[in-house]
């Protein structure tokens, strides 16, 4: 079966510009999680989402959100871009929320900010 | 709060030694442990967890309550084992359920011939 999907795969964006970030699960999970990851803090965790609803949310300020679609499908965006959101953000599948042991990673989307 | 330390940035060893990745945690709750890897040019991938108590590509983890750690070792090292290796951390909810997947910042682990 196809693995988790992150779209785009690259991306720049200057300065005070928002983006949108997504991430299509495996076929029947319906958990996904997001997390950033950067050379000098490894991977943080962002949000979770499950059914649509936000069920976990990491320490991150209010610019960064997300939201899952009735498909399983999620996006996360963040607004205001700063420097230091230049980061690999990665998107994690699960049928279930908390069940990390069959949790499938995606490729990244690799953000750049100039 | 869920914490999760990997003391080295860097691990570089010959191969055929044997390596070690230090993980250690604070959780005051029930924890549950993985080893995640990232191969060059790949997705991050669990490589086992502490429950399982299994062996993977050689590589094996105990969980030690009485230190919080879960080191994670392997007698004998390959140079495909080169990776980065990441220790997580997760937590049972008293009324069900678990806590979010809390990372350590990861050993890059080079393994020389």
């Known amino acids: 079966k196809a693995g988790v999907t992150q779209t785009p795969r690259y991306l720049i964006k200057t300065r005070g510009q928002q983006v949108t970030l997504s991430c299509s699960p495996i076929s029947g999970h319906r958990s996904v999680s997001w997390y950033q990851q950067t050379p000098g803090q490894g991977l943080q965790f962002l949000f979770e989402y499950f059914s649509e609803t936000q069920r976990n949310k990491g320490n991150f300020p209010g610019r960064f959100s997300g939201r899952q679609f009735s498909n399983s499908r999620s996006e996360m965006n963040v607004s205001t871009l700063e420097l230091g959101d230049s980061a690999l953000y990665l998107c994690?599948?699960?049928?279930?929320?908390?069940?990390?042991?069959?949790?499938?990673f995606g490729q990244g989307t690799r953000l750049t900010v100039v | 709060a869920q914490r999760v330390t990997q003391p080295e940035k860097l691990l570089s060893v010959f191969k055929g030694a044997p390596v070690e990745l230090k993980c250690n945690y604070s959780?005051?709750?029930?924890?549950?442990l993985f080893w995640y890897v990232q191969y060059s040019r790949q997705r991050l991938q669990l490589l086992l967890r502490h429950i399982s108590r299994e062996s993977i590509k050689g590589f094996t983890a105990d969980l030690n309550k009485g230190e919080t750690s879960f080191h994670l070792k392997k007698p004998f090292a390959q140079e495909e084992d080169s990776a980065m290796y990441y220790c997580a951390l997760s937590g049972f909810l008293s009324q069900g359920g678990s806590e979010k997947l809390v990372f350590g910042k990861g050993t890059k682990l080079t393994v020389n011939p």
């Open positions: 959780y005051s709750g029930s924890p549950e």
């Open positions: 994690a599948s699960s049928l279930a929320p908390g069940d990390y042991t069959e949790a499938f």
